[in-house]
């Protein structure tokens, strides 16, 4: 089950980004560089459907794989994933041009960014006694995160820029830390499997 939970941390956020990638490349009179992905998902557009399943994706995919998060590195890194995705959900659930899509969209949003950007910082105090550099690749992940998705609240002309690099930020240390998580299990159960059993253990197998 945990091996599940780990695919899905990498495969809701690849899964986010190939929909906004595909749908703002062939979505006529759209510009990823000056509009959010939010526009993608707007009511009653053709291409929110997509869009809002490549929501519901990483949000299912974030919330699977953050108790594993967790376990791999206590200090909260998990709980902000895990806020993350509810948010990536409210967001899906309260699109643009809809009579949900005010006030509870623009908060949806600034969760969705401000846990992003603090899960890669919150993990890099877990990392730091015994992978510094990890750490410090990690704080400054996060720093850059949250200052492009910053700067798509400010730009006038490049929100969609901004955003798109600020998510693909916080979203590729999410998908290299499940590799990672991945890579140490692994690891983990070869050292048990090498390590010598117990002479009754051997006697009881014969």
């Known amino acids: 089950m945990s091996d599940g939970r780990i695919v899905a941390g990498i495969a809701g956020p690849a899964a986010f980004v190939a929909t906004w990638s595909y749908l703002g490349a062939?979505?006529?009179?759209?510009?990823?560089?000056?509009?959010?992905?939010s526009h993608l998902a707007a009511a009653r557009t053709p291409t929110q459907p997509m869009m809002t399943a490549g929501l519901v994706a990483l949000g299912a995919g974030l919330a699977a794989?953050?108790?594993?998060?967790?376990?791999?590195?206590?200090?909260?890194?998990?709980t902000a994933a895990l806020i993350s995705a509810a948010a990536s959900i409210g967001i899906a659930a309260t699109p643009m041009e809809s009579v949900v899509g005010g006030r509870p969209h623009v908060i949806a949003a600034g969760l969705t960014y401000a846990s992003l950007a603090?899960?890669?910082?919150?993990?890099?105090?877990?990392?730091?006694?015994?992978?510094?550099?990890?750490?410090?690749a990690s704080a400054a992940a996060?720093?850059?995160?949250?200052?492009?998705?910053?700067?798509?609240?400010?730009?006038?002309?490049?929100?969609?820029?901004?955003?798109?690099?600020?998510?693909?930020?916080g979203h590729t240390w999410l998908v290299a830390s499940a590799f990672a998580v991945a890579l140490r299990r692994r690891d983990q159960a070869s050292v048990a499997a090498a390590a010598p059993k117990p002479r009754f253990l051997a006697q009881s197998r014969n």
């Open 26 to 37: 062939r979505t006529s009179g759209y510009s990823p560089v000056q509009q959010p992905i």
């Open 65 to 78: 794989y953050s108790g594993e998060l967790r376990k791999a590195l206590p200090g909260g890194a998990g």
């Open 118 to 136: 603090a899960t890669p910082l919150i993990a890099s105090r877990s990392l730091a006694p015994d992978h510094p550099r990890l750490a410090t």
């Open 142 to 169: 996060g720093v850059a995160a949250g200052a492009c998705l910053a700067m798509s609240t400010i730009s006038t002309t490049r929100t969609g820029m901004w955003q798109r690099m600020g998510l693909t930020i």
